[in-house]
């Protein structure tokens, strides 16, 4: 029907009104105004006097709550890095009173396995407190880094060069061996890659400090480093127990069995326990210090190592999210100045400068002077050893491997559907890295690059 005003049909204005919402307070028959948008919000943790009076909320409350957050899980963390240190001197004394041995020196058992194996049975049988969280989750990230960079004080690349230059060949091959080899056969064994790589580096160079180094690195979940330090702890401890009286038959010479203890073990602790029952069952000092030099020779090659496995694991897994908790999906082509950023974070340089720092100083020092212009030698071997192994390797690479442990659950070895996997490929590297070490042995022996010196009766 036509408008016979010609008139425009009038159009209903709606007005939107801005009605504050009403929220019911949980457990309350009060109902209370919402805030406007644009008012300020308070935190949850802004003092009641700034609420009051309507003071913008600041920043200082909230930063001072979160650093206070952290301090139950560290402490935490660090009593039971003190506690494993502890019991881990108590079982490897016992270790060498029921061989026979003098137990007046330094356990062959390392406090750092024993802290994740407490903190994986504290946390399965216990369970942990939502407190601890924070301060645990510090433990296994800033302190570990830490750890790490202080670590690299314990690497001298002139002092290897000094006393352990006929081996370093016997040490390439058998760190490229045991490298090659365990990411071969993990792969193979369907292994995670990143798994692989912890088991390779544990076994390859030095143990418990070669996996808590890399871990970071190639971004590894905490169910990776358990798995990679049990392969350490079991095949580690068996070599440690057997290797002693093996050499005493198959080498002649005190430089060869001192090599092939120092190449064939997997964690320090249990080189220096390897050779101080040789020591003291065969009376051999030399073989021992052979031992402890070869063995410093693998540490240091952990600084090039770092990076190469970082580099691989991710090169392999396209850069995957460290989330996706190991799936290595891939997520596109790789930026290499990203990948170059991840393979050398800043407490891998810091790792490598400290070493760089260390190898001057020991430079210095050779040359008749003081390690830069203060320290005298005895001095600068007493603050390398204090940072590197009292500060770095103890108090800060033990904390947080008591933080992995406290954030592992015995259960994510059942449930994580790898069965003995791991275990083969761990065993079989170690069997590899140990047999490539005789031969090497043997190959420099006749080639007259080792040094020989008749066994002591």
Known sequence: MKNK????????????????SLTRA????????APAPNAATPPVNMPQENVESGLPPTQEGTQIDRNFGIVPGVVAAAALMQASFGI???????????????PGGKSPLSGIPVAILLGAGIRSSLGLSKSLEPG????TTSILRAGIICVGAKLSAAEMVELGAAGVPAVIASISAGMLFVNAFGSYMKLPPRLSSLIAAGTSICGVTAIAALSPAINATQKEVSYAVANVVVFGTLGMLAYPYLANHLFEYSEQVGIFLGLSIHDTSQVMAAALTYNEVFNDELAMKTAAITKLTRNVFLAAVIPTLAWHSLRNSGEADPKDGGSGKKKGPINMTSLF?????????GFIAMGCARTVGDM????????FGYFEKQEWKDLANRIGNDVGGRFLLGTAMAGVGLNTSLATFREGGLGIRPFIVGSTGALV???????????????????TEKKEA
């Open 26 to 33: 949980k457990g309350s028959n009060t109902i209370a105004r």
């Open 88 to 102: 881990a001197d108590i079982l490897g004394m016992g270790m060498l009173e029921l061989q026979g041995l003098d």
């Open 5 to 20: 005003h010609n008139l425009q049909p009038r159009r209903s204005i709606r007005v939107k009104r801005r009605i504050p």
């Open 136 to 139: 645990i989750k510090f433990a």
């Open 341 to 349: 950023k991840k393979c050398f974070p800043l407490f891998v340089l």
């Open 364 to 371: 210095m020092i050779e040359r008749g002077g003081k390690a």
């Open 433 to 451: 890295v140990g047999l490539t070490g005789a031969c090497s042995v043997y190959a420099l022996a006749n080639y007259g690059i080792l040094p």
